[in-house]
């Protein structure tokens, strides 16, 4: 059974875009799947919807089975999301911010699990730190400390590595395969081909709200006569 269950989702916003058309997609638990498209295609109103954060015009999704819209508390404690921008708190420290985070999802303190966290993330040495004192990098891993904070199944990272150089980018693929050996599921979306194949199991070709194709990362390539 899949984790992530999207049915025939379409989003019409107020000013009258059509953001998404009737997107379906079934994502299993323990895959990493890239969203990929140009800006404007609808891959954060497709992560916004599967997160709660927008309401479709039509269509439902199921997270664990839970409809998003009718059981929304059970489906989000299985969700942690990255946004695209680094909002922190300046002058809180890194263990505060985590802590916090998994207290606003209702959780129980966890002392063992916030120091396994951060220390998978490479933070446990920074956890006193304020996070305006911290590099890029270790900002952005702050933030995906605070989505895992709640120990949710799936990760969805929006836009990861735009904005990032080089060496940051293969920062950020190195802990999405660690995340992944530890069996979180993780979606992210990008608008770089090369992004999508290096870290994804599947792609997910998305442009003007059409799902245009799904394959594995496999098939995509012999499609277009690419190689490494
Ligand atoms: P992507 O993440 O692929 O860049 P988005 O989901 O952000 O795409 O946007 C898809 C389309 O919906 C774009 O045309 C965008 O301008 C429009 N859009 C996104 N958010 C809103 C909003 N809150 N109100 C109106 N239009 C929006
Ligand atoms: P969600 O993930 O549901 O969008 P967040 O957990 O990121 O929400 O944050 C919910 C609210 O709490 C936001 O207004 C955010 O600015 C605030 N917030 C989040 N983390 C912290 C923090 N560590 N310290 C202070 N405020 C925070």
Request: aromatic share 4%; proline share 4%; with cysteine.
């Amino acid at each position: 059974r899949p984790i992530i269950d999207i049915d025939h989702v379409s989003k019409r916003y107020d000013s009258g875009t059509v953001a998404l058309n009737d997107v379906s997609l079934q994502i299993d638990e323990g895959e990493i799947l890239a969203l990929l498209g140009p800006n404007g295609a609808g891959k954060t109103t497709l992560i916004s919807i599967i997160c709660g954060l927008v309401v479709p015009t039509g269509g439902t999704v199921r997270v664990g089975g839970h409809d998003i819209r009718k059981d929304w508390r059970a489906a989000r404690k299985l969700i942690g999301l990255v946004p695209q921008e680094i909002a922190l708190e300046p002058f809180e420290s890194v263990i505060d911010c985590v802590r916090f985070t998994r207290g606003l999802y209702g959780e129980p303190p966890d002392d063992a699990y916030i120091e396994r966290l951060l220390s998978s993330l490479a933070l446990w040495d920074k956890r006193e730190a304020k996070t305006r004192e911290l590099s890029g990098g270790m900002k952005r891993r702050v933030l995906i400390a605070k989505a895992l904070s709640h120990r949710p199944k799936v990760l969805f990272l929006d836009e990861p590595t735009a904005g990032v150089d080089v060496a940051l980018r293969r920062e950020m693929w190195q802990v999405v395969r660690e995340l992944r050996a530890e069996g979180v599921t993780i979606i992210l979306t990008t608008h770089y081909l090369e992004e999508a194949e290096d870290m994804a199991d599947r792609i997910g070709v998305i442009n003007r709200g059409e799902l245009l194709l799904v394959k594995s990362k496999d098939e995509l390539l012999g499609e277009f006569g690419k190689k490494h």
